[in-house]
């Protein structure tokens, strides 16, 4: 055969394309990360925005106007043309109660990143003392249900 590939050279490339596949996405790490870092469930959450602020109450409504719909994206697209079409003053309302939360938001953050910055260090002595404690404890149980045992 003149410039082609017999059966023997294609499936050589096939296995060879498919381990190259699979090597190269799992195994590798995002650029420059060697892994993320868990997630705090203690990290307060990033305050809405005006949109989502007016999105809370929007879904209320919409909700009551359209109780057929079971569409989430119907309602987010019938809030974001709402969105569009109101004026800066209809809109301010909104803005204020998400300054308002930024406020707030930004208040627990420094609370949060102080405590991080101190507590960690306290946190870990305390669960170790805890667990001295405990093992402790266990001891003691296990040495008491011993010694009934040697009466007998």
């Known amino acids: 055969m003149k410039g082609g590939k017999s059966r023997t050279e294609s499936k050589r490339a096939e296995p060879k394309l498919a381990v190259n596949k699979k090597a190269g996405g799992a ?3 995002a650029r420059g990360a060697k892994g993320k870092a868990a997630k705090d469930p203690n990290k307060p959450k990033r305050p809405p925005s005006a949109f989502f602020v007016f999105m809370e109450d929007f879904r209320k409504i ?6 057929e719909n079971k569409a989430v994206s119907a309602v987010g697209k019938a809030a974001g043309a709402k969105w569009k079409s109101m004026s800066e003053a209809e809109k301010a309302p909104y803005v204020a109660k998400a300054e308002k ?22 946190a870990d002595e305390e669960e ?15 040495d008491d249900s011993d010694e009934d045992d040697d009466d007998e």
């Open 101 to 122: 939360r930024k406020a707030d938001y930004e208040k627990t953050m420094k609370a949060y990143n102080k405590k991080q910055a101190e507590g960690p260090a306290a």
């Open 128 to 142: 170790s003392e805890k667990s001295v404690s405990e093992v402790n404890d266990q001891d003691e149980d296990d």
């Open 62 to 67: 919409f909700n009551k106007e359209n109780p």
């Open 27 to 29: 195994t590798k790490p």
